[in-house]
């Protein structure tokens, strides 16, 4: 539990993926592992074939690494290339790590996809939270930043824990449907909004567990204006 793992594929949708990351690595000071996964798919191939890929494989994996130590040089940058399903070895590197980022879609994805195949999998199955950025391009620095949105009605102590310790990262208030007295009490240093400010929340946080998880997940990621943290519940 001591780094931040970001999946990365050198889409734009990794690009803004890859912005959060380093926040988030800059927030906690912890370490970032890049993750890049490949594999052939077109059936036999002899070894030379594959290393043509591979070496394009880590191309892409180095472009990411340097974006993100030319950024922030406070954050020690570390990469993971792995032959096989990117899905499989996110959720496996996810066993060791505080945090998980993805973004919304990756290079396979279709169009009109509202969440990619490996978000999607990650989110469901990872060991740790997992932060799902959506769109493609930077993230905007928000002059006044919006609140942590708890989107779940009845939360799990573990959403709130993760809202509320995001909320005291980036020193924003935390909006939720439900009566947040006894967490307010904990965490004296954050704000409660009342209601749910979706059209300006810095990231929305929903419980793993919660029902339709897909339904769910295509409904935040298309249509939340803002990145989705998806938590296991307890």
Known sequence: MNHIVLGYDGSDFSVQALD??????????????IAHAWQWPYGEADEEAKAHLRKAADHVLWHGADCARSTSSDVSVETDLYEGPAAQRLVELSRDATLAVVGSRGLSALPR???????????AHADCPVIVVRGPGPLPAA??????????KEPDASVLEFAFGEATLRQVPVSAPADLAEWAERHPEVRIQSGE?????TLMVVGR????????????TQHAPCPVAVVSEG
């Open 209 to 220: 567990k919660r029902a339709a998880w897909f339904d769910t997940a295509d409904f935040l």
């Open 143 to 152: 002059t006044h930043p919006g609140p942590i949105v708890v989107a779940d």
């Open 113 to 123: 996809a509202v969440v990619g195949s490996v978000a999607g999998y990650v989110a």
């Open 197 to 201: 400010a979706h059209d300006h929340a």
């Open 20 to 33: 959060w990351a380093l926040d988030e690595a800059e927030l906690r000071k912890l370490p970032l592992t």
